[in-house]
T-cell receptor, first 113, second 115 residues
Framework: DADVTQTPRNRITKTGKRIMLECSQT?????MYWYRQDPGLGLQLIYY???????NKGEISDGYSVSRQAQAKFSLSLESAIPNQTALYFC????????????FGPGTRLTVL | AQKITQTQPGMFVQEKEAVTLDCTYD???????LFWYKQPSSGEMIFLIY??????QNATEGRYSLNFQKARKSANLVISASQLGDSAMYFC????????????FGTGTQLKVEL
């Protein structure tokens, strides 16, 4: 089983709809992250969380909110989706390790019409 | 200013040849880490190699090596003996001290390995 899972993997929604992307991890890591990837722009950090009680904004948090329901779960919400939020969304985790590298989920491809 | 710059949007290499993917970075933090990730067409992000700013030697992981030139602020990825499966997007990323292990990514280089 994958260590970092994301649901849904693909989602098409309409402008103005509320949508939630979910991330779960079995790595036991405290730190979790949400990124979005747009063509030609690399990955940009939306929000990150050090633990359940510690949530921080990233570079591009406007229009997004998050919830850390448990150590293993970190959800990203778009309260009122707009077309320029169409992107590939990644969840990642990091914890104690040789390089403290981030481990990424498979991504959620979101299309807002 | 861009913190991570990858100036090669696309690269081609012949199978079995070596290829270098460029990455320059900008930071005033004396302690930082540099990462390379691979993103195949299936979309997942795969960690390849890490270089710490205080590491004395260039990092190596199998066919991947990192040509770290601290004074020039460059951290180029070298892939030796390219294989068809190396065709993917490659991202350079930097972690700065005190940043909560946040990563700043470059815009990526699309590598295509040809027969």
């Amino acid at each position: 089983d994958a260590d970092v899972t994301q649901t849904p993997r693909n989602r098409i929604t309409k402008t103005g709809k509320r949508i939630m992307l979910e991330c779960s991890q079995t790595k036991g890591h405290d730190r979790m992250y949400w990124y979005r990837q747009d063509p030609g722009l690399g990955l940009q950090l939306i929000y990150y969380s050090f633990d359940v009680k510690d949530i921080n904004k990233g570079e591009i948090s406007d229009g997004y909110s998050v919830s850390r329901q448990a150590q293993a779960k970190f959800s990203l919400s778009l309260e009122s989706a707009i077309p320029n939020q169409t992107a590939l969304y990644f969840c990642a985790t990091s914890g104690p390790g040789t390089y403290n590298e981030q481990f990424f989920g498979p991504g959620t491809r979101l299309t807002v019409l | 200013a861009q913190k991570i710059t990858q100036t090669q949007p696309g690269m081609f290499v012949q199978e079995k040849e070596a290829v270098t993917l460029d990455c320059t970075y900008d930071t005033s933090d004396p302690s930082y880490g540099l990462f390379w990730y691979k993103q195949p067409s299936s979309g997942e992000m795969i960690f390849l190699i890490y270089q710490g700013s205080y590491d004395q030697q260039n990092a190596t992981e199998g066919r991947y090596s990192l040509n770290f030139q601290k004074a020039r602020k460059s951290a180029n990825l070298v892939i030796s003996a390219s294989q068809l499966g190396d065709s993917a997007m490659y991202f350079c990323a930097m972690r700065e001290t005190g940043g909560g292990n946040k990563l700043t990514f470059g815009t990526g280089t699309q590598l295509k390995v040809e027969l």
